[in-house]
């Protein structure tokens, strides 16, 4: 990849995506852009199971540039907004899990990408908000997320105060998975990583596809795609694989070295 704002690095199918723009990995339009692209890269590769996203030095990632907002009119506001939406999306849309590592500072349009990621384990010292109202903008795209995640009250008090909450909150609210002590983040990614391992690939892009559309489709169209999918999985040889594990008592012998 020409730019190196996110650098990848991937091994048995697990692709370690980190957020390159030190020390604090704000957002402007080549940071954008390389998250975009490589997500939609990724998305591509068969091979991938799963992806985590973290950020280099002391933040995941504490937002957007203010430098670059600054400036902005209506039209040129729409365009930068249009195509952090676009990266963003291609996160949330990955046809494999996405696991946020959050080491540091989640803040803004950083937290709304935390948000975008399926998984979420956090470092004791990492921080979370969306203070956008506080430099005149208004909070957006995975923003949308949060009143049915924490409830209408606590997501109006972190849009509308711009209040920030501390990881052990975050834990408490259900905004994280796990929270861990900073020199154990690696492991316990590395535990999820492991649990991944031993499910079955196909169904995994199968429920991770699921996840995606429950939210965005009525309750009787999101019924019925969860049928379409479970008739789908018998497109492979997971399903008997892993009913004849369990029968023998067993660990299935999933992917294609089975």
């Keep these: 990849m ?5 650098h990848v690095e991937r091994a048995r199918g697990v692709a370690r ?5 030190p020390p604090l990995n704000l957002f402007e339009p080549g940071l954008i852009a390389s ?3 490589t997500f939609e890269t990724l998305a591509g590769d068969a091979s991938i199971r799963v992806a985590v996203l973290t950020g280099a030095g002391r933040a995941f990632t504490a937002g957007m540039d203010v430098h670059v907002l600054r400036d902005l009119d209506v039209a040129s506001a729409r365009g930068l907004i249009s195509s952090l939406c676009a990266a963003i999306d291609a996160v949330h849309r990955a046809p494999f899990p996405v696991i946020a590592a959050v080491n540091g500072a989640c803040l803004g349009a950083g937290f709304e990408l ?14 979370f908000g969306l203070p956008e109202v506080r430099v005149g903008v208004p909070s957006v795209i995975q923003a949308a997320l949060l009143p049915p995640l924490i409830g209408p009250g606590r997501a109006a008090e972190m849009l509308l105060l711009g ?8 834990l408490e609210w259900g905004l994280v998975n ?3 002590a900073p020199g154990e983040l690696s492991a316990a990614v590395d535990e999820v990583l492991d649990v991944l391992a031993r499910c079955g690939p196909a169904a995994v892009r199968l429920q991770k596809e699921l ?9 009787p169209s999101a019924v019925q795609a969860g ?9 492979t040889g997971e399903p008997r694989e892993g009913a004849e594990a369990f029968l023998a008592k067993r660990a299935p012998r999933f992917g294609p070295d089975a």
């Design 211 to 219: 996840i995606v559309r429950w939210r965005e489709t009525s309750l």
């Design 17 to 21: 995506c980190t957020l390159d723009r």
């Design 2 to 6: 020409a730019d190196a704002r996110v």
């Design 227 to 235: 049928v379409n999918a479970f008739a789908l999985a018998y497109a």
């Design 114 to 127: 935390a948000l975008a990621c399926d998984l979420r384990i956090a470092a004791t010292g990492a921080v």
């Design 163 to 170: 209040a920030s909450v501390t990881a052990p909150q975050a």
């Design 178 to 180: 796990r929270v861990v």
């Design 35 to 37: 998250l975009r692209e």
